[in-house]
Each structure stands twice: as structure tokens, then as C-alpha cells.
């Protein structure tokens, strides 16, 4: 989308993204931490994050003009498509959604609690690390993702490039996986520790801005 500002009886063209996907997780990770800030600060470097706006210009633009950016960037957030997006592609490598969370492992569902725990706002790359994995065989529809070995500090690099729109939908997942494995998880639990302790030896172990007169439109372009 542009905006057109007008500065100094000059008007000026500048860009603003069109579409929620446009913004990569890394970049909404950012804003989602001027939240704790001030209301004026979170505008400014939201703005100049979504826009080609210059910093200084962006100081200079009235209270109103402001909040017509601002309104805009949330109505974009709001028409954003949030159906789940089971497969993404980051740097020509295709990562799918897990595809059957019923299965999800004990490893898996631990790491994800970890983090949702550490705080989701911050740990998005690595609940995304876990559960989009690179895809091994596809035919049509179905899939199959690459086995969790735990070692995601690679793969959370990647999942920075996913875009906000596509995390947000697969935010959805995380919650009802957790209301799933709430209920799932306490008989899951007893079939592992029985299993284990049917492994397990018998013997027991030892105890051990100024004054610039602006004005701003929009239009819709490419």
C-alpha cells in the first residue's frame, strides 16, 4: 500500500505493507515487545518497521495522521487469512505442520511446555522449530516431517522467516493441542512408566516531534 504524506506543500510517496503476511515473525517478535513500552514509541517503530517511512519524518506527522497508520496496520491484521498453514517454505526447504498430534511424543510435548512456560510472546520460533519440521515424503495432501531429536537451534533460525499471519493460524493448534494433551497426557504418562519400569533392573540403586505541518492519504498499489 502507499502513503502519500505531504510536507513542506511537497508530497511525498512512501510504502506501506499491503498484506499481514508481508511481516516475518521475526519482525512482529519486535513489535509484540514495544508493547511493554509507551503507546507513542510503540507507534513510531511500528510504523517505521512496516513502512519505508524515514524516522524523523514519521516524528514529524500529527497525532491524526498517526492513527490513520496505525488503524490501517490494524485493519490489515484483522483481514489476514487464519486458516492454518500446514506446510511453509523457507529458503526452498518445505516444513510441515505436525501431522497427527494425537502421536506427538513425550519429548515433544515437554519442550512445548518448556517454552509455552518460558513465555509464548518470546518463544514462537521454537514452538514453531517443533512443530513444523522438514518434510521427508509427500504425495498430494499427505506427509510425513523428519523425527524430533530435540535439536531445534538451527531450525528456530528458519522459523523467524515463517510470516506472522502463518504463526498466528498455527497458534490456534497450540492451544487446542494443550487442551488435548491435558486430558490425554495423565493415562499416556502411566502406559510410559510401565513400560519403563518393566525395563528397569530389579536390583535397587545406592541412595545417593516539532512543528512540521503534514498531511497524509492512502491508496491502494503493487
Known amino acids: 500500500m502507499k502513503v502519500k504524506i505531504k510536507k513542506d506543500d511537497k508530497i511525498k510517496e512512501f510504502k506501506l505493507i499491503s498484506k499481514w503476511s508481508d ?3 521475526e519482525k512482529w517478535l519486535k513489535l509484540i515487545d514495544l508493547e511493554t513500552g509507551s503507546k507513542t514509541k510503540e507507534a513510531e517503530e511500528t510504523i517505521a518497521a512496516l513502512s519505508d517511512i524515514p524516522k524523523q519524518l514519521i516524528k514529524e506527522l500529527s497525532i491524526k495522521d498517526v492513527a490513520v497508520i496505525m488503524s490501517r496496520i490494524a485493519e490489515l491484521q484483522q483481514e489476514q487469512d487464519s486458516s492454518l498453514k500446514r506446510i511453509v517454505k523457507i529458503n526452498e526447504v518445505e516444513y510441515g505442520f505436525h501431522p497427527d498430534l494425537d502421536s506427538i511424543t513425550l519429548g515433544e510435548y515437554a519442550d512445548i511446555e518448556t517454552f509455552i512456560k518460558n513465555g509464548i510472546e518470546t518463544q514462537l520460533p521454537e514452538l514453531c522449530a517443533v512443530l513444523y519440521r522438514p518434510i521427508t515424503e509427500k504425495k498430494n495432501d499427505i506427509y510425513t516431517i523428519a523425527a524430533y531429536d530435540g535439536d531445534i537451534r538451527m531450525r528456530t533460525e528458519e522459523m523467524k522467516q515463517m510470516s506472522a499471519e502463518q504463526v498466528q493460524s498455527a497458534l490456534v493448534f497450540f492451544w487446542r493441542l494443550g487442551r488435548t494433551l491435558s486430558e490425554i497426557l ?13 525395563q528397569l533392573p530389579q536390583n535397587p540403586l545406592p541412595k545417593s516531534g516539532h512543528g512540521s505541518e503534514s498531511s497524509i492519504g492512502s491508496q491502494e498499489g503493487k
Not at 493415562?187 to 513400560?195: F, G, Q, T
Request: no cysteine; charged share 25%.
Open 186 to 198: 495423565p493415562s499416556y504418562l502411566m502406559e510410559r512408566l510401565k513400560e519403563m519400569n518393566q
Open 23 to 25: 511481516v516475518t515473525l
